[in-house]
Every structure is written in C-alpha cells, then in structure tokens.
T-cell receptor, first 114, second 116 residues
Framework: KQEVTQIPAALSVPEGENLVLNCSFT??????LQWFRQDPGKGLTSLLL?????REQTSGRLNASLDKSSGRSTLYIAASQPGDSATYLC?????????????FGQGTILTVHP | GAGVSQSPRYKVAKRGQDVALRCDPI?????LFWYQQALGQGPEFLTY????????KSGLPSDRFFAERPEGSVSTLKIQRTQQEDSAVYLC??????????????FGDGTRLSIL
C-alpha cells in the first residue's frame, strides 16, 4: 500500500527566504506526483504535476523535483512571500490503477511572516 | 461555472441522520473523484466514477456511504445513519475530457460536515 509522508509538518519563515518542502513515498511505481496548495476553508489548487519520466517542473517561483527511484520529491519556493502562506500537499498516482486516484501526504503548513 | 462546485458548503447534522452532498464537476469532465479530509490530514480517496459508472469504491469506509452519478455529470455522496467519526471535509474533484491518469484533478471547495 502506497504511503506518502511530508516533512516538516509545519514551517515558519520570514519573507524573502528560499525554502524546501519534502515529500517521500514508499512505492516507486507511480505515474506522476503532484504538488497542491490548500488555503483555509478551500479546496486544493494544483501547482505542479511531474510525470514519472520527468525529473522536475517549474512554474514561476516554484520548482518541484522528482527522484522516483528513491521515492522522494521536493518543492522549492524562491523568495517566499506572505501570500505563499498555506498548506502544501503532495500526492502520487500509483501504478496498478488506471483511474488516477491520488494518495496524499498529510501536508506541510507554511507560514511566511512579513 | 468554470470550476467544480460543491453544495452545501457546510452541513451540521445530528448523529443518526442521513445527509446528501452534491458535486457539480467541470462540464465535459469524464472522471469524478470523492475524497474525505479529516482535520489536519491529507485527503483520502473514497470513490471514482468514469462517466456514470462507479469503477472504484474501495475507499468508502462502510456500507453507510453511497455515491451515484446517474447521468454522468452531477454526483451525490450520501451518508446514512451518520456517526461522529464521519465529521470531515468531503472534497470532489474532476478531470479529463477523455479520462486518464496523467491529467490534473480540479477540486471543489468541499463540504464541511459536522455530526453532533
């Protein structure tokens, strides 16, 4: 059974810092890995999707890497801003299903203070 | 609308009551997923529809949980004889004009269910 773990559970940084969020998964047989953002009381917004054949994806100040063989992904946020404060979730789509259901980590709560 | 819409946003029910949660996916999306998110946790898969067919219900916690999507668009998640442990946020997501596993899922804002 696929298990996804995120470290740290919470992170507080001053504005302007670069930061790294970590995600690990137990079964490397995946189709893809996604990073999501969740604001309080809201649903999930997809940030980046990395297919299993890819090593990284970039969008603006965000860069996500994937090392499938070691079961790890990192989300790098450059020059953090208070508006980046949210919960960040990673999720994988495991092989063995053709339906694309996601297995999530428990999330990292990020606070960026001015 | 352009996004996934869920209603109601909040639902309070007494233990033992039945509840029904609605999801309007993005128009034309083939795949529809339901997830349950407990406080402080990541979402957990409940069930999956491809058009009107429920192809995976392995995540439903008990036979009190029932989902349907009769015309391949709107879906309803029903919980019978609710219990306190059913309190959670229920998220709906849709994806894919043609289905498939490498298309991003678009999530609604969820229904926050509280059982008293």
């Amino acid at each position: 059974k696929q298990e996804v773990t995120q470290i740290p559970a919470a992170l507080s940084v001053p504005e302007g810092e670069n930061l790294v969020l970590n995600c690990s998964f137990t079964d490397s047989a995946i189709y893809n890995l996604q990073w999501f953002r969740q604001d309080p009381g809201k649903g999930l917004t997809s940030l980046l999707l990395i297919q299993s054949s890819q090593r990284e994806q970039t969008s603006g100040r965000l860069n996500a890497s994937l090392d499938k063989s070691s079961g790890r992904s990192t989300l790098y946020i450059a020059a953090s801003q208070p508006g980046d404060s949210a919960t960040y979730l990673c999720a994988v789509t495991s092989r063995g299903t053709s339906y694309g259901k996601l297995t999530f980590g428990q999330g990292t709560i990020l606070t960026v203070h001015p | 609308g352009a996004g996934v819409s869920q209603s109601p946003r909040y639902k309070v029910a007494k233990r033992g009551q039945d509840v029904a949660l609605r999801c309007d996916p993005i128009s034309g999306h083939v795949s529809l997923f339901w997830y349950q998110q407990a406080l402080g946790q990541g979402p957990e898969f409940l069930t999956y529809f491809q058009n009107e067919a429920q192809l995976d219900k392995s995540g439903l916690p008990s036979d009190r949980f029932f989902a349907e999507r009769p015309e391949g668009s709107v879906s309803t998640l029903k919980i019978q004889r609710t219990q306190q442990e059913d309190s959670a946020v229920y998220l709906c997501a849709s994806s894919g004009i043609r289905g498939g596993f490498n298309q991003p899922q678009h999530f609604g804002d969820g229904t926050r269910l509280s059982i008293l």
